[in-house]
């Protein structure tokens, strides 16, 4: 005896089976950053663009999670200005600091640009998010200095860190030797992970 699977939505289209005894099904598949966006839970957070006179080591940017759910980094966004002054194999420096805590980036409490990806959104993020200006430190918090060549001005890091409540991530950048002036920004890409809530 047969079973008929018929839409249920008035229609009377009934479940197609393919010549191997599988139910012919369509899917839509959307990613996690996507589907948060959707809800209004996804982010960008910058450093809006930092002027240097010289290759000051600064501590651009700065974000702690305050949420009970995982506070999810997807990417890094770099824009490199002009090395004016600086020879062309001299590179800038670029560190991604975890659980930083210390330093005039987070004790100046300059509020960095927060945005929601969705557009239809007011959502915040339950974060803190500060930003520095040239000289501005973050002082500790683990992380390897990575060179990036001057040829490159835009750059797109694709980092994948998560911060559960109450853990932090810095980002420090340094001009190449010898500017006299240059510029960068650093945009971040957030999203709430729903699964991690407690």
Known sequence: MSTTIQDG?????KLRITGENRALVQAV????EDNAIKKGEGYQIASGTVSFTGA???????IKNNDDRDFV?????????????????????????????????ITNQLNAG???SNHGSNNTPNAI??????????????????PIKQSIDRIILPLGRRLPKG??????ITPPTGVTSTKALVVTHWWYDDDTQG
Do not use: H, M
């Open 9 to 13: 939505t008035g229609t009377k289209t």
């Open 29 to 32: 598949t959307i990613s996690e």
């Open 56 to 62: 000051t080591n600064t501590g651009v940017l700065y």
């Open 73 to 105: 980094l997807d990417r890094c966004v770099l824009v490199l200005g002009s090395a004016v002054g600086a020879s062309s194999d001299q590179d800038w420096t670029f560190t991604v600091l975890r659980n930083p805590t210390a330093g005039t980036t």
């Open 114 to 116: 927060v945005s929601n």
């Open 129 to 146: 998010s500060y930003r520095g200006v040239e000289g501005d430190t973050i002082t500790d918090g683990s992380g390897a200095a990575q």
């Open 167 to 172: 853990t932090s991530i810095g980002f420090r």
